[in-house]
């Protein structure tokens, strides 16, 4: 008996782009998607033409908001204006691409417990061959953490604001509370995205603090108007990953993705392009948790160790810059070449990019930069805090 061939638990990018990606593949197939609610203003995600195959952009083409020929970045010592191509997906875009699925059904509850084959909610288990998790909680415990938190307002401009591409970081503004950037997403002449984007030590937001920095920044440009939209969000930066470990432990239940499985760009934050990649893997082998669970682990295994420098860059910017000098390795870094910095966002660095993104004056002190280059301190210390808790949580099993 099954009451879906596919199962996915937790509305979010991750699941979504699954969805999109099983229906193009094969429209027959009736999915499930188990969403709590949306949060309040909804989000943007965004990507690099670079970051995505043909394929990817063609079934992920309905739910984009909006696409740009080119994007700036701009620092104290320097602007650029770069050609790759930029896209953002909103909530409401991918809302209105999963509507237009016929085979996809939304179920707005909570998930009270998942296991690889059933799903229950309010008390009914819904069963199909296949579950996937993208509930979008962090493995931290298997994880050392830097933050990146940011808030972002959607203002309707009463007059035309005049900016024609993104500036995906515009760190000429006051570099407190870590690397602070601002980030601008021109949707129409009148209508732009203005995120403050700070890399912090800590998880915590200061939402009216960023606020305050966004109409500043506004102000100072004359972009008056009326907010339209307002989303806030609390990203991990990765240092260390025991991603053999996670998986280890999550054998048996349903297929972890998204945030859920680690899969996002350990420096950025960026969650799109692994999203694309594993919406492929799993709509290729969604016919079986353990079939697809296989697929999507040896994926991310693969990219766990691939993501290894970029580990290494957070670990420089968390563990070897001081917070108001974070700016410096990202400044260094935009000054190399265009096609280096699409295959950083995609997740290709060459060796010989790796060496090339350390050339020249180090951005950070030698000897802080040396004692970075290993993750295993970090790794031993999530370990002990693991079994720390697992500890914690039998004894009081145990005293119940």
Known sequence: ??????????????????????????????????????????????????????????????????????????????????????????????????????????????????????????????????????????????????????????????????????????????????????????????????????????????????????HDYAAKRGWEGAEARRERGVLPVVMAFDAAAFWADAAGGAVPVGMRAGLFHPVTGYSLPLAARVADVAAAHACDTREAFAAVRRFALQEARRQTYSRFLSRLLFRAAEPEQRRRILEHFYRLSEPLIERFYAGRLTLADRARILIGKPPVPIPRALACLSERPLLKAARRKRLGEEALLGANAEGV
């Open 1 to 214: 008996m099954r009451d879906a061939d596919l199962i996915l638990v937790g509305g979010g990018l991750a699941n979504s782009l699954i969805a999109l990606a099983v229906a193009a593949r094969d429209p027959a197939r009736r999915i499930l998607l188990v969403d709590a609610g949306a949060q309040a203003g909804g989000h943007t995600w965004s990507f690099h033409q670079t970051d995505l195959n043909d394929r990817q952009r063609q079934w992920l083409a309905p739910a984009i908001a909006c696409a740009w020929p080119g994007q700036e970045v701009r620092f104290s010592r320097y602007a650029r204006r770069l050609r790759t191509g930029y896209a953002s997906l909103t909530s409401a875009s991918l809302a209105a691409a999963l509507a237009a699925c016929p085979s996809v059904i939304r179920i707005p509850a909570r998930a009270e417990r998942i296991s690889a084959k059933r799903v229950h909610i309010d008390g009914q288990a819904w069963r199909a061959p296949c579950v996937i998790d993208g509930t979008g909680r962090i493995p931290e415990a298997y994880m050392a953490l830097g933050w990146q938190v940011f808030v972002g307002v959607e203002l309707d401009c009463a007059a035309p604001h005049g900016r024609d591409v993104p500036i995906i970081m515009d760190a000429q503004v006051a570099q407190n509370d870590g690397y602070r950037f601002v980030y601008t997403l021109p949707f129409t002449d009148r209508r732009i995205l203005i995120e403050d984007t700070r890399y912090t030590d800590g998880s915590v937001l200061d939402e009216a603090d960023c606020l305050a920095a966004i």
